[in-house]
């Protein structure tokens, strides 16, 4: 399947912890978007790259946190000193261009 | 701002019957909207887009939507739901005019979890 993973599928970590997310998009999509679902919400967008480039960061990503997509691949999410407010599912999306986003399964982050 | 507001969070429908779900969004222009379908424990996936053209707009799994600019609604159907079809379903808005040279990200309303009744 080429489809958009994202390891792990779940973390649990303790207050003031740091933790990464990967995400691999599907091969050759140029666009990658991080998106942070909490319970009852819809997706919120987090942040968005073009190729290796990020282009745009919602006021939601704090100085805490930190994405990076080194080569135009796959990308990282890192969320440093995490606060229990961090408890959510992180998905991750991939694109060709403008057309129609694919998402992948999520990471579940809980913090204790 | 942009938004999409789906007011009904939770439906019930019994497995056979008609299925409405609704979808308003708020913003200036046209934008391009979608419906997203979420089952428990998998990602997203599309079930159908509007970018222009006929108002109308099938999907995969026998669903429809309805574009109405007058009502600002984007209101997603299937004239017969199954068992499979129980999951949360949120619409979405992207914007219209700028989105071949804008970032593309999506605005997502709250979502409604839909259950089917045997």
């Known amino acids: 399947d080429t489809g958009v993973s994202q390891d792990p599928r779940h973390k649990i970590t303790k207050r003031g912890q740091n933790v990464t997310f990967r995400c691999d998009p599907i091969?050759?999509?140029?666009?990658l978007y991080w998106y942070r679902q909490t319970l009852g919400q819809g997706p919120e967008f987090l942040t968005y790259f073009q190729n290796e480039a990020q282009l745009e960061k919602s006021r939601l990503l704090s100085d805490r946190f930190s994405a990076e997509r080194p080569k135009g691949s796959f990308s990282t999410l890192e969320i440093q000193r995490t606060e229990q407010g961090d408890s959510a599912m992180y998905l991750c999306a991939s694109s060709a261009g403008n057309n129609e986003q694919f998402f992948g399964p999520g990471t579940r982050l809980t913090v204790l | 701002a942009q938004s999409v507001t789906q007011p009904d969070i939770h439906i019930t429908v019994s497995e056979g019957a008609s299925l409405e779900l609704r979808c308003n969004y708020s913003?200036?222009?046209?934008?391009?909207l979608f419906w997203y379908v979420q089952s428990p424990g998998q990602g997203l996936q599309l079930l159908l887009k509007?970018?222009?053209?006929?108002?109308l707009v099938q999907g995969i799994k026998g669903f429809e939507a309805e574009f109405k600019r007058s009502q600002s609604s984007f209101n997603l159907r299937k004239p017969s739901v199954h068992w499979s079809d129980a999951a949360e379903y949120f619409c979405?808005?992207?914007?219209?005019?700028?989105?071949?040279?804008?970032?593309?990200?999506?605005?997502f309303g709250k979502g409604t979890k839909l259950s089917v009744k045997p």
């Open positions: 091969s050759e999509h140029n666009r």
């Open positions: 979405a808005v992207a914007p219209g005019l700028n989105y071949g040279g804008s970032q593309g990200n999506l605005i």
């Open positions: 509007y970018f222009s053209g006929d108002t």
């Open positions: 913003y200036g222009a046209t934008p391009y």
